[in-house]
C-alpha cells in the first residue's frame, strides 16, 4: 500500500455504512439533552432510565454530539473531525520519530503506541493499530510551564535593568509530545474539558437513576484531580477482507519488480494486517469512553457474537468500563453496568478502503480512588462495616473482599492482563480468551 498522503482522514467522502450481509448491533441513541442537568430532576426520567438499561445490558449506546443548528450551539462532533484532520500527521512522522514518544513505562500507556505491542490472537499474531494518547496531566503541566515561561519573557522586557544572568531563568518547556501538539494544546485542552464534562453528566444520570448521593461518581473524577484521563488518536490500515486484500495483493504483484523496490516497502510491511483485527478483544479500563469515529470497524460482543457497531452521523459513542462496572456493581440482584467487550477490525466493505481514523476521551477515577462498590444503602449492595466503622466489600459468597485498588493501581492490572509491556505469551493468551 502507498504511503500516508496529508489527505488520509477525508470523512466527507466515506460512503455510507455497509449493513447488507453482515449482523450490526442494534443500540439506543440519547440527546444531550437527556442526561441529568446539574444533577437536578427533570422531565428527562424516562429517557434516563432508558439509558441506564443500556448500561446494564450491552454497556454502550449512541449519544448525539452534532449540535444544535438552530440554537447555533456547537458540535463536539465536528471538532472532533477538526482536531483529527489538524493532529492526523503525527501518524506520517518517521517511526524513529514516533518512538520517540513511546513511554519509558509501558504500562503508564500516555505518549506514542506502536502496531504490534499487543497480540490479537492466541498465535501471538500482532495487533495493527497505532495509537497516540495525550494524558490530561501532561497538557495541564505543560500549559502552566508554558505560561510560566511566557510570562517571565514578557515580565523582564517591560523591565528598564539588564536581564539577570541566563542561569536565574526559567527554561523553555521541553516538548513532550510532537510539535503539532504543543503548538495547538490550548484547542486539545478545550477538546478534552468539553468531553469530560459529558462524560461527567453521564455519570450523573446514573447516580441520579440508581439513588446516589449526589455527585458521588462526579467527585471521584475532579478534571483537576490527578487520574489516567487522556485523549487517543487511533489509526488502522484500510482492509476490506480477505478477498480484496487477496485481490489487492495479486493487483500488485501483476505491477512488476520495478514497484517492489519502491521506497514505499516499509509503508507496505507496517500496512500488513493479517487476521484484519486492529486492536484485540477487552473491555476499556476506565470508567467510561467518549469515542468518535467515521468508519465501520468497532464491534461490541452482543448476544455471544461481536456485532458491528454502525457510524452514525453527528453521534459519539459511549462504552462502559470495567471502574463503572465495579463502582456500580451490586452483589445481591447482580445488576450493574456492564462493561463492553469489544474489537476494532477492518471495517467491512467500501469502508475497508480506508485508514480508519478515530479519537475516544478515556474517563478514568483519579488515581487515589478505590475501585469497589460504592457505600449504598442496603438492600442495593453486599457490605458489612468493620469494628472501626468502614465499609467493607463482601464478594459473591458473602466473604469479606481483599483490600480494593486504586484506580492508579487498578488501570496498571488492567493493562498487564491486556498483554501491555509483557513480551512472552503467557499473559497474552489469557488476555485473548477474554480475562480482561
Not at 192 to 207: A, G, N, Q, Y
Amino acid at each position: 500500500m502507498a504511503g500516508i498522503s496529508e489527505s488520509e482522514f477525508t470523512p466527507h467522502i466515506y460512503p455510507p455504512f455497509p449493513v447488507a450481509g453482515i449482523s450490526v448491533a442494534s443500540l439506543p441513541s440519547f440527546k444531550l439533552s437527556d442526561l441529568a442537568q446539574s444533577l437536578s430532576l427533570d422531565s428527562g426520567s424516562d429517557r434516563r432510565k432508558q439509558l441506564l438499561r443500556a448500561c446494564h445490558t450491552d454497556g454502550c449506546f449512541y449519544l448525539d454530539v452534532g449540535g444544535d443548528q438552530q440554537s447555533r450551539k456547537g458540535s463536539l462532533m465536528k471538532d472532533a473531525e477538526s482536531l483529527v484532520k489538524l493532529l492526523q500527521p503525527i501518524f506520517k512522522l518517521s517511526q524513529d520519530e514516533k518512538d520517540k514518544y513511546s513511554p519509558s513505562d509501558p504500562l503508564a500507556l500516555f505518549g506514542y503506541k506502536k502496531t504490534g505491542v499487543t497480540v490479537v490472537d492466541a498465535d501471538n499474531t500482532p495487533d495493527c493499530a497505532e495509537f497516540f494518547n495525550l494524558s490530561k496531566d501532561d497538557l495541564s503541566r505543560a500549559r502552566k510551564a508554558r505560561s510560566q515561561w511566557e510570562d517571565q519573557d514578557s515580565f523582564r522586557a517591560s523591565q528598564p535593568e539588564p536581564a539577570p544572568a541566563a542561569s536565574t531563568r526559567l527554561e523553555p518547556p521541553v516538548l513532550a509530545w510532537p510539535r503539532i501538539v504543543h503548538d495547538h494544546q490550548d484547542r486539545v485542552a478545550r477538546f478534552m474539558c468539553e468531553c469530560h464534562e459529558i462524560c461527567l453528566r453521564v455519570l450523573d444520570t446514573i447516580c441520579t437513576e440508581y439513588g446516589f448521593p449526589p455527585a458521588t461518581l462526579r467527585n471521584l473524577h475532579n478534571f483537576t484531580g490527578t487520574s489516567g484521563d487522556h485523549l487517543r488518536l487511533i489509526r488502522g490500515p484500510a482492509g476490506v477482507g480477505q478477498r480484496q486484500e487477496q485481490q489487492r495483493q495479486q493487483e500488485e504483484e501483476e505491477e512488476g519488480e520495478e514497484e517492489e523496490g519502491e521506497d514505499d516497502d516499509d509503508d507496505d510491511d507496517e500496512e500488513h494486517c493479517p487476521q484484519q483485527i486492529h486492536t484485540p478483544s477487552h473491555c476499556d479500563f476506565g470508567t467510561v469512553t467518549l469515542l468518535f469515529n467515521w468508519l465501520g470497524g468497532l464491534q461490541i460482543e452482543q448476544d455471544g457474537e461481536f456485532k458491528w457497531v454502525k457510524p452514525v452521523h453527528g453521534h459519539a459513542i459511549v462504552l462502559v468500563g470495567s471502574a463503572l462496572g465495579r463502582f456500580t456493581e451490586n452483589q445481591n440482584s447482580g445488576i450493574s453496568c456492564h462493561p463492553v467487550k469489544h474489537r476494532v477490525v477492518s471495517a467491512p466493505g467500501a469502508h475497508g478502503r480506508f485508514p480508519r481514523y478515530a479519537m475516544a476521551y478515556l474517563l478514568r477515577p483519579e488515581d487515589d480512588v478505590l475501585i469497589k462498590p460504592l457505600d449504598l444503602a442496603p438492600p442495593l449492595f453486599g457490605a458489612m462495616r468493620s469494628s472501626q466503622g468502614d465499609l467493607l466489600s463482601l464478594d459473591r459468597d458473602g466473604q469479606v473482599e481483599v483490600a480494593p485498588n486504586t484506580a492508579k493501581e487498578w488501570i496498571r492490572s488492567k493493562a498487564r492482563e491486556l498483554g501491555i509491556g509483557e513480551t512472552q505469551s503467557d499473559e497474552l493468551e489469557t488476555s485473548i480468551m477474554g480475562r480482561i
